[in-house]
């Protein structure tokens, strides 16, 4: 059965993606009786854009919010320093008076005040009713913002709002804003309300009740408005929020994308599983790429590439074991056929889009090869990778070609480079197929956790070693045996070998700090928050890191205890 792809191919004919309008919203904040509270409006259930949520007053970027005439009214911000905070080569005034102008327009509230310095006292019934019909009119269009900053004297002021957040609409979606956040402390002795036409509602909340009344469904909130109310939820006063946001700089941009998900469509943040292997297959947002791993489920990765993955989940293997095939009707090749499950060699001769040709594995433990003899045995197909080492390992694993660092591999799809990358097992191959820069990575790299090194064929020193040397590698994507594509390989390499370093340097500052000690005593200063079966886990990596340090001569071990040694001090 030839599997179908979840999208359309690729070189399909798609739409263009919409292009973000520039977008700015203001999140004012105040000190409530039980804490911070910002304010949210609720837009009416006939918009076109998120209907029904609660959101942040704000809105789309007009063009006259970057009118040369507009500075006068914006202080000491100017241009090339608005513009310097956002990331911009210029514009960025516009965003923060868009911020202002929309959140008046929305909510009434208007961070501004006389040119003379004194503040908007809308207590005084003449000033509330004379702005309230200047937002009615700037809300007709009878009048502009800067036609009533001059009528009123006023001077925006933007010096009071910080750059806070940046979130741009997935792709795929009929409408999309490039949007920045702003936070500010409310304006004293102004009135807030919802305009009763783009919006319905309006409250002054809690970060935290708002979420909670989210989660028990009364309170609607999209992604990135959910993300941002739990950042929010961390700040005590209005200025503890406003202190941690004057100290952020270099805030990257977030896009939401959309997937499918057990309850259909499903949005995903960039901190989810499956966030990077959205982008990877379906980059015009149709929303029908899986965000969840369900075995024997065909995913289409590219083309002439699958996953399928073994029903056999775990605390060590995740989601399951990932089986990769590549290829076409007139050959495919098998990349770790997975445990001995019959099941999923039905599944694996089921979804092959032709004769299975090639079996490859990454490794011989027992959730990566043991399937092959299986395969060969109804296909005929040839066994490529290295034999297990004596010991635990499957031992009845027979390659008929052993590959060696640097050979090709031709397949059905393209060329595939052998990569040695021992470290997690001595016979350990990775696989980079070039022409999608996909790297098979078997369990050199796990989506979601650290490899276990597990010693005497587990060695960390080799392991890093092997890290290092994809760096130099062209890598788009990494196709690992336990979870989604990942991407940022070069990012997740060297944080891989950081958590490592990271890891070394808390066993050296324990020897060196409570002194010598053995391996079952480290344990649990070097592992605390592990528990349960993986303690057992824990300890063959840090007999690893023992025995890596041991190499490097940092420390030393005599009659069962382990001690720093002078080169471990120094370099500790």
Request: a negative charge; aromatic letters at 6%; proline letters at 8%.
């Amino acid at each position: 059965m030839t599997p179908t792809p979840v999208i359309p191919v690729a070189g399909a004919e798609l739409p263009s993606p919409v292009v973000p309008r520039p977008a700015a919203l203001l999140i004012l904040a105040r000190d409530g009786e039980e804490g911070l509270e910002v304010f949210m409006l609720q837009r009416t259930g006939k918009a076109d854009f998120v209907p029904g949520a609660n959101v942040f007053p704000g809105g789309g970027v007009d063009a006259a919010d970057s009118e040369p005439g507009i500075a006068a009214f914006a202080g000491e911000l100017n241009d090339a320093t608005a513009s310097a905070a956002l990331g911009l080569p210029a514009g960025g005034l516009g965003y923060w008076v868009g911020a202002v102008r929309e959140c008046f327009e929305e909510a009434g509230l208007l961070l501004a005040q006389r040119r003379d310095g004194d503040a908007l006292d809308f207590a005084q019934p003449e000033v509330a009713a004379r702005f309230a019909e200047l937002r009615r009119a700037l809300n007709a269009g009878r009048t502009t913002f800067a036609e009533l900053c001059a009528a009123e004297s006023l001077r925006l002021t933007l010096d009071r709002m910080v750059y806070f957040a940046h979130w741009i609409t997935p792709v795929g979606m009929n409408r999309r804003y490039d949007t920045r956040f702003f936070v500010a402390p409310a304006p004293l002795g102004q009135l807030a309300s919802h305009d009763e036409a783009e919006t319905v509602d309006s409250v002054w909340i809690r970060p935290a009740d708002a979420l909670e009344r989210h989660a028990q469904g009364s309170f609607s909130l999209v992604y990135a408005t959910r993300e941002t109310l739990q950042a929010l939820s961390g700040f005590a006063t209005v200025a503890d929020l406003m202190a941690h946001a004057r100290g952020v700089s270099g805030i990257a941009a977030r896009m939401p994308r959309v997937g499918t998900g057990p309850k259909g469509r499903h949005v995903v943040g960039p901190r989810d599983a499956c966030y990077a292997e959205l982008g990877f297959i379906d980059p015009h947002g149709h929303g029908q790429a899986l965000c969840q791993i369900v075995p024997g489920t065909a995913v289409r990765l590219a083309e002439g590439v699958w996953r399928l993955t073994a029903a056999n989940p775990s605390y060590m293997t995740g989601p399951g074991t990932n089986t990769y095939l590549l290829g076409d009707a007139e050959g495919v090749t098998v990349i770790d056929p997975g445990p001995a499950d019959p099941e999923h060699v039905r599944a694996i001769l089921a979804h092959a889009p032709g004769p299975i040709t090639q079996i490859l594995v990454t490794h011989t433990h027992s959730d990566h090869s043991p399937a092959a003899a299986l395969l060969k045995a109804q296909t005929g197909a040839s066994v490529i990778g290295l034999p297990a080492p004596p010991g635990v390992q499957d031992q009845t694993f027979a390659p008929e070609y052993c590959p060696e660092d640097g050979d090709s591999i031709p397949t059905r799809a393209g060329t595939l480079q052998v990569l040695h990358t021992p470290g997690h097992a001595s016979n350990h191959l990775c696989y980079l197929h070039p022409a999608t820069r996909l790297l098979f990575s078997g369990d050199h790299i796990m989506q979601g956790s650290t490899v276990v090194i597990n010693p005497p064929d587990g060695d960390m020193r080799t392991y890093l070693a092997s890290l290092e040397r994809l760096l130099a590698e062209d890598i788009g994507h990494i196709a690992p045996a336990h979870g989604f594509l990942m991407d940022d390989p070069q990012g997740v390499v060297r944080e891989l070998i950081a958590h490592r370093l990271r890891r070394e340097a808390v066993i050296l500052r324990a020897l060196q700090t409570d002194g010598p000690a053995t391996t079952e005593a480290l344990l649990p200063r070097v592992y605390a928050h592990i528990s349960g079966p993986l303690k057992k886990v824990a300890a063959r990596s840090l007999q690893a890191h023992l025995d890596k340090l041991e190499k490097d001569e940092k420390v030393s071990l005599q009659d069962g205890v382990w001690h720093a040694t002078n080169a471990g001090t120094e370099g500790g």
